[in-house]
């Protein structure tokens, strides 16, 4: 299946830790970006290859892969992280697939 | 400044054509590779191009391929994206953005680290 699941929300209190999902056959094998979309802004790179993430983005963001999930963590929420988080893989047979996105309530 | 800044969405009839401009600044737009990805409420982030760095290779969503058509212009620093034959559930936000990454024959395996705010586009009669 080339199908990325996410759920569609998480809800989190401020401080808290949020962690989202994204699943999919063998999704361990391959290499898994993750981006946030604000509303009315660019979306943004939040972390690639896995668990690597663009110097602009803070340390709270960390990310994990394996088996038939990865999945995104941000540690001591701030009512900023509020926003859609959509994951992304890419084959050589659909290119680019994209999940359904997660949205990201802060309480 | 790093940025992306696209243009050209409207309001069109099904069976229309548009085409979409991305304006690259604080970069070289034709030495990297650069994606269109459209965003709905509803099925929130679809692919639909890529083009690789030398503009050589072009790549389509399967929903897409033989109606759009990514270009780009180099005097211009600028991405296009030509839709024609425009359906109803092509309407969304469509957002261009930078791909990095290290396979120059596979551009489609390129993260996006730079994206645009989009343009809107929606088809109806």
């Known amino acids: 299946s080339s199908v990325l699941i996410q759920p569609p929300s998480v809800s989190v209190a401020p401080g808290q830790t949020a962690t989202m999902t994204c699943g999919g056959d063998d999704i361990g094998s391959k290499t898994v970006r993750w981006y946030q979309l604000r509303p009315g802004q660019a979306p943004v790179l939040v972390l690639y290859d896995d668990t690597a993430r663009p110097s602009d983005i803070p340390e709270r963001f960390s990310g994990f892969n394996s088996g038939a999930t990865a999945t995104l963590t941000i540690d001591r929420v701030e009512a900023e992280d509020e926003a859609d988080y959509y994951c992304q893989v890419w084959n050589a047979r659909d290119f680019v697939l994209f999940g359904g996105g997660t949205k990201l309530t802060v309480l | 400044q790093v940025q992306l800044v696209e243009s050209g969405g409207d309001v069109v009839q099904p069976g229309e054509s548009l085409r979409l401009s991305c304006e690259a600044s604080?970069?070289?737009?034709?030495?990297?590779?650069m994606f269109w990805v459209r965003q709905t409420p509803t099925k929130g982030l679809t692919w639909v191009a890529v083009?690789?760095?030398?503009?050589?290779?072009?790549y389509y969503s399967a929903f897409f391929r033989g109606r759009f058509s990514v270009s780009r212009d180099s005097s211009k620093n600028t991405l296009y994206l030509q839709m024609r034959s425009l359906r109803p559930t092509d309407t969304g936000v469509y957002l261009c953005?930078?791909?990095?990454?290290?396979?120059?024959?596979?551009?489609?395996?390129?993260?996006?680290?730079?994206w645009g705010k989009g343009t809107t586009v929606t088809v109806s009669s």
């Open positions: 953005a930078r791909g990095e990454g290290d396979a120059p024959a596979a551009p489609w395996s390129y993260y996006m680290d730079v």
């Open positions: 604080g970069f070289t737009l034709s030495t990297r590779v």
């Open positions: 083009i690789s760095s030398d503009g050589l290779d072009k």
